[in-house]
């Protein structure tokens, strides 16, 4: 006979007992009958015990599985009345009838029932709002559920006391009268014991024991009962409980373990690894060991593979990319939500040869609403779908994306961090109080300063005192109100050298607009300001020279208005000797005022070079005055000059040769010194090797200065004639002194060579060819033009300076040419449009207002083609004529100049028209 329930065992029993008392008197058989009444609800008291243990763990459970804690818990709680109901009023309870209790059983029931009113409303509150499980309320109930459950439990045993009182006392009645079938009571009584003992108290102590288990976190799986009784249905819900519980813990410990890797500083494909690792290492779905993690590129719509473990080679490959939508996985990425496959089927769109049974959870990894990528895990074949899982799977999917997520801004901003750190630009930042808390390589190579030394000082360590307080409050102003700030500063280094940074200065904001930091990019542009201060020394330069040309021009207009009228009174003068003298003196005065201006020109550079035969050491004793104006009291000068030869040369250069040098000398002596300027004629023997090449042999004039400075290293000499180096101070020198002395030196053919020592001084020697064969030299002044001008001339000139003009008409007038003057070149064009005579010269000053001379000359030369044309100018700047005057049979005479000049280049210019 097959028998699982309790209280079929229990009957059971108790059949083999009636049994045996069927022999013996009717006393005992009515005891027998009475203690069998009794027995049932022995046992349902007995059960009520049992139930409310239910009860208590079903409402302990509702927060976890209110699903089936809750439909649980009430099905106890009928059951737990329909037996209450039975033991006081007789009925069925748990499929057994039972009788009426005695009248002697009625205070233990009442009790029974008061301590059940109280458990049943709160276990009904319980699991009617399992939606607060997590509420203080809620756990002050389920407290208070747990101490009535003890009161309620104590009641159900003093019942359960009391109804086996009842029964022993009808017992001990019938034992009297049963005295015989004592030992075969005896008997069914230890059976009956043997089979509690082996069918109830041995699986509660177990079921106890696992219990303990879980109070201890041992969380070792219950022993398997296959049981078909009450007790059986206990084991399988505790079983049931304990893989919740089970599967609820390892997906905590997995959260836990991906936090913990969250925090190392691991890159994203580390991480991914690590994580995999976690999740496979947990058997908590029947999980194979093997899976893999994609990531996603939204806008290639496909996952690329970054992690696997486990996987087939074939797979690495066939799903190393997976488009969207293909595949398990691709249908995880394109739904955003999980994927479940029990075994192979047609979604297995990457498969292979021989592959083996397996199911699949596909899980989007999701933060923010956007698709990070999908992790895949292997399942058995077979594996039953859980909500529960899939939840679970979802939350850790969101917890990776977040971290993968994180751990890519944290690799981004480890990439600035190297970007900020390697860039050629300095960066610093400093806090809201201005104090410096980071550095790069590149500010301390530039500023000389180590990050330990700079990080807690204020950037005032760099300041160089070039720029004013205003300059750095205006600075701080403009960052305090959250304005960038761009410009230049000049800085200190630490060996207390300067330079020129372009500074990028911005504020750090929170996401609510406040300041939490300041940045400052810094590119060091020395080199590119000092090229900008190169640039604007040349433009100085380039004003000055244009200014000088300027004035020259004016001056060398004045110059011939005075000369020219001062020639004109010679005749007027006759006899008179003071007259003739104070006329001379005039004459001189201009010729004076003439090499000043061409100085002048020669410091600018803006004077056409122009070759002649010229005394070298004639030339040095009238620059001596000149000369001296340049140097300072504390310098003495001395000038010696001996027979030099004549050389080829362009004064106004040579002018400048001896300035550039003086200057240079001069800065080299700011405390005094003596300074010393030679001429003389040298003959070499042998070749001699310079910085302009090898000098041969010849016969030279020489021209020397030699100062006592402070002088110049080897590495300095080289560098001398580079444009715009200097030894001078930021501000003091242009650089470009030497460089055109040497472009100068060899324009004319001629050698340099250059002594020096620190502290020693320096000398400048320049080498001049002597010319072997010297042109002689007329004077024009006394032997007159050196042929007639031809009568009959009729010449058109435009000049704009009304003083010039006359004295040049006079001038043409007094040479028999008959002259039409014109202040301004239109008037003399409209004039000449209507002219019917004859024009054999145009006389034209170049530089005029409206119409340059160029431009007049080929305006008559439409009407008068074969008239020549004497150009005029005060100006002497090339850049001014354009290379015009360079062209073959060009007539040009240059401000000031005198009637002799002027008839011989009539002369020139009636002899080419003749041709």
């Known amino acids: 006979m097959n028998v699982h329930k309790l209280s079929d065992k229990a009957s059971l029993l108790l059949s083999l007992f009636f049994s045996v008392s069927l022999v013996g008197l009717l006393v005992g058989v009515q005891a027998a009958m009475s203690v069998r009444d009794i027995s049932p609800a022995v046992d349902a008291a007995g059960r009520q015990r049992m139930l409310t243990q239910r009860m208590l763990s079903r409402a302990c459970l509702a927060a976890y599985d209110p699903a089936h804690a809750v439909p649980e818990g009430l099905q106890s709680l009928w059951e737990f009345e329909e037996a209450l109901a039975a033991l006081r009023k007789g009925g069925t309870a748990g499929g ?32 009617g ?96 009962c296959d049981r078909n009784d009450e007790l059986g249905a206990l084991w399988r819900s505790f079983g049931e409980m304990y893989s919740a519980i089970t599967k609820d813990r390892n997906a905590q410990k997995i959260t836990s373990d991906l936090l913990a890797l969250s925090v190392r500083n691991d890159a994203p494909e580390v991480f991914m690894e690590k994580a995999l690792d976690t999740v496979l290492a947990v058997p908590w779905l029947t999980v194979k060991p093997k899976g893999a993690i994609f990531l996603a590129d939204n806008y290639s719509k496909a996952l690329a593979m970054k992690t696997q473990r486990g996987l087939h080679d074939s797979l690495k490959k066939t799903c190393a990319e997976v488009p969207f939508g293909h595949c398990l996985c691709g249908r995880a990425a394109e739904s955003g939500e999980i994927v479940f496959a029990e075994n192979l089927d047609d979604r297995h769109e990457n498969a292979y040869t ?29 594996h039953t779908y859980s909500p529960e899982e899939s939840a679970q799977l979802e939350n850790i999917g969101g917890l990776l ?179 003739q003298t104070d006329l001379g003196e005039i004459r001189k005065s201009v010729e004076r005022a003439t090499a000043l201006t061409r100085q002048l020109l020669a410091f600018s550079r803006k004077q056409r070079a122009a070759f002649q ?18 140097i300072s009291e504390n310098i003495t000068l001395g000038i010696s000059a001996g027979e030099t030869g004549v050389i080829k040369a362009d004064p106004g250069q040579l002018d400048q040769i001896l300035m550039n040098l003086l200057v240079n000398a001069r800065d080299a002596m700011p405390d005094g010194g003596g300074l010393e300027i030679k001429a003389l004629r040298h003959e070499l023997a042998l070749p001699v090797p310079t910085l302009f090449g090898v000098m041969p042999g010849g016969v030279y004039a020489v021209l020397s200065v030699r100062d006592t400075g402070h002088g110049m290293d080897g590495a300095t000499i080289k560098k001398i004639f580079d444009p715009f180096f200097t030894t001078k101070a930021k501000g003091k020198g242009t650089g470009l002194g030497l460089s055109i002395v040497y472009g100068i030196i060899k324009h004319h053919g001629a050698y340099l060579t250059v002594a020096s020592q620190p502290g020693r001084g320096a000398a400048f020697t320049a080498y001049f060819p002597v010319l072997a064969c ?82 007049l000359a080929e305006r008559l030369a439409v009407k008068y083609p074969g008239a020549a044309v004497v150009y005029m100018s005060g100006y002497t700047d090339p850049d001014i004529f354009k290379g015009r005057l360079e062209r073959p049979g060009i007539l040009f005479l240059q401000k000031p100049f005198g009637a002799e000049l002027l008839a011989e280049t009539l ?5 080419g028209r003749s041709k």
């Open 774 to 855: 010297p042109e002689e030299k007329t004077d024009a002044a006394v032997s007159g033009p050196a042929a007639a001008v031809p009568p009959g001339l009729t010449a058109f000139l435009a000049e704009d300076d009304p003083s010039v003009m006359a004295s040049v008409a006079r001038m043409l007038r007094e040479l028999c040419v008959e002259v039409k003057a014109f202040p301004d070149p239109a008037k003399l064009v409209e004039f000449a449009a209507d002219y019917q005579g004859r024009v054999d010269l145009l006389i034209t000053d170049i530089v005029m207002p409206g119409m340059d001379g160029f431009a």
């Open 613 to 630: 035969q010229l005394d070298l050491r004639r030339h040095l004793l009238e620059s001596e005055k000149m000369l001296r104006r340049l």
């Open 401 to 579: 994306a977040e971290i993968i997520e994180k751990k890519r801004a944290q690799g981004e901003s480890l990439k600035m961090t190297e970007i900020i750190r390697q860039a050629s630009e300095a960066v610093f930042i400093t806090g809201t109080d201005g104090r410096i808390t980071y550095v790069n390589d590149a500010f301390e190579k530039t500023t000389g300063f180590s990050a330990r030394e700079a990080i807690g000082q204020k950037p005032n360590l760099l300041k160089s005192g070039e720029h004013p307080a205003e300059y750095y409050a205006e600075m701080w102003t403009s960052m305090q109100k959250g304005v960038p700030w761009t410009g230049r500063i000049v800085n200190k280094r630490k060996d207390g050298s300067f330079y020129t940074v372009q500074a990028n200065i911005f504020p750090l904001k929170d996401a609510a607009g406040g300041v939490t930091a300041y940045v400052a990019i810094q590119e060091d542009v020395s080199a590119l300001s000092d090229m900008e201060e190169q640039l604007r020394q040349s433009q100085k330069m380039e004003a000055v020279g244009r200014l000088a040309g300027g004035v020259a021009h004016d001056f060398n207009n004045i110059l011939m208005a005075i000369d020219g009228h001062a020639r004109f009174l010679t005749p007027a003068l006759g006899g008179d000797a003071q007259a």
């Open 96 to 127: 057994v009838r039972l009788s009426p209790s005695p009248p002697g059983l009625r205070p233990q029931l009442d009790a029974l029932e008061a301590r059940w009113l109280p458990f049943r409303r709160d276990l009904r509150w319980l699991l």
């Open 354 to 382: 021989d592959i083996a049974p397996h199911g699949h959870y596909c899980v989007p990894l999701r933060t923010g609403g956007s698709l990070v990528g999908v992790m895949t895990l292997y399942l058995e074949a077979g």
């Open 129 to 224: 709002n399992t939606q607060k499980s997590a509420s203080p309320v809620f756990r002050e109930r389920l407290g208070e559920l747990a101490a009535e459950s003890e009161l309620l439990l104590a009641a159900a045993q003093d019942t359960v006391a009391a109804l086996r009182l009842q029964s022993r006392k009808r017992l001990n009645a019938a034992a009297l009268l049963l005295l015989a079938l004592a030992a075969a009571c005896a008997a069914v009584f230890l059976l009956a014991f043997r089979a509690i003992r082996r069918d109830l108290v041995a699986p509660l102590e177990e079921l106890a024991a696992a219990a303990d288990n879980f109070k201890k976190d041992g969380f070792r799986a219950p022993p398997v």
């Open 907 to 911: 002369v020139k210019a009636a002899a």
